[in-house]
T-cell receptor
Framework: GQNIDQPTEMTATEGAIVQINCTYQ??????LFWYQQHAGEAPTFLSY????GLEEKGRFSSFLSRSKGYSYLLLKELQMKDSASYLC??????????????FGAGTQVVVTP | DTAVSQTPKYLVTQMGNDKSIKCEQN?????MYWYKQDSKKFLKIMFS???????INETVPNRFSPKSPDKAHLNLHINSLELGDSAVYFC?????????????FGPGTRLTVT
């Protein structure tokens, strides 16, 4: 079965750093994605990790440890526009996975002035 | 230049009706998806097509029938709508199946069944 856990909500102030953790238990592993979703809008791609380590993209970084079934998304220099839901999604490796993504429930990040 | 578009954006209908949602992508992608996002914000895959062939068919009532007339279009038809079908339905596409290819999502269709 698939189980993806992430915190429900996090609050941080503008300019600060926030780390959103994601733990997963899936049937095999074939990559982990982070998406951002503003209220009432579509999810948009942030990052992809398939090997252990840190991927950095501007203010956003994503880390993966496959042995621990763990990832985090790091948001630095928070801006008000970063207030959104952040979705962790895992692609399991099964014979019928065919690109299927399993999404977590999302972490609502609230940035305060 | 809309990458993935869906129509309609909002759909309000009564129980028992049949409705369709259309999706088009102009990215030249081979793979398209339908997702359902419920009130708890869980995003769940329903179907996926690769080059017009069905490749993912999750446990979805057979009242839901996807149709892909060509690889740029993936429509979703829903028969005998029920209250529990109320949700936001997202269409998405990706260049290929698998790998690190990101999925591009459409703006969503908010379906309300009364």
């Amino acid at each position: 079965g698939q189980n993806i856990d992430q915190p429900t909500e996090m609050t941080a102030t503008e300019g600060a750093i926030v780390q959103i953790n994601c733990t997963y238990q899936t049937s095999g592993f074939n990559g982990l994605f982070w998406y951002q979703q503003h209220a009432g809008e579509a999810p948009t791609f942030l990052s992809y990790n398939v090997l252990d380590g840190l991927e950095e993209k501007g203010r956003f970084s994503s880390f993966l440890s496959r042995s621990k079934g763990y990832s985090y998304l790091l948001l630095k220099e928070l801006q008000m526009k970063d207030s959104a839901s952040y979705l962790c999604a895992v692609r399991p490796m099964t014979t019928d996975s065919w690109g299927k993504l399993q999404f977590g429930a999302g972490t609502q990040v609230v940035v305060t002035p | 230049d809309t990458a993935v578009s869906q129509t309609p954006k909002y759909l309000v209908t009564q129980m028992g009706n049949d409705k369709s949602i259309k999706c088009e992508q102009n990215l030249g992608h081979d793979t398209m998806y339908w997702y359902k996002q419920d009130s708890k914000k869980f995003l769940k895959i329903m179907f996926s097509y690769n080059n017009k062939e069905l490749i993912i068919n999750e446990t979805v009532p057979n009242r839901f029938s996807p149709k892909s007339p060509d690889k740029a279009h993936l429509n979703l038809h829903i028969n005998s709508l029920e209250l529990g079908d109320s949700a936001v339905y997202f269409c998405a596409s990706s260049q290929e199946v698998g790998g690190g290819y990101e999925q591009y999502f459409g703006p969503g269709t908010r379906l309300t069944v009364t």
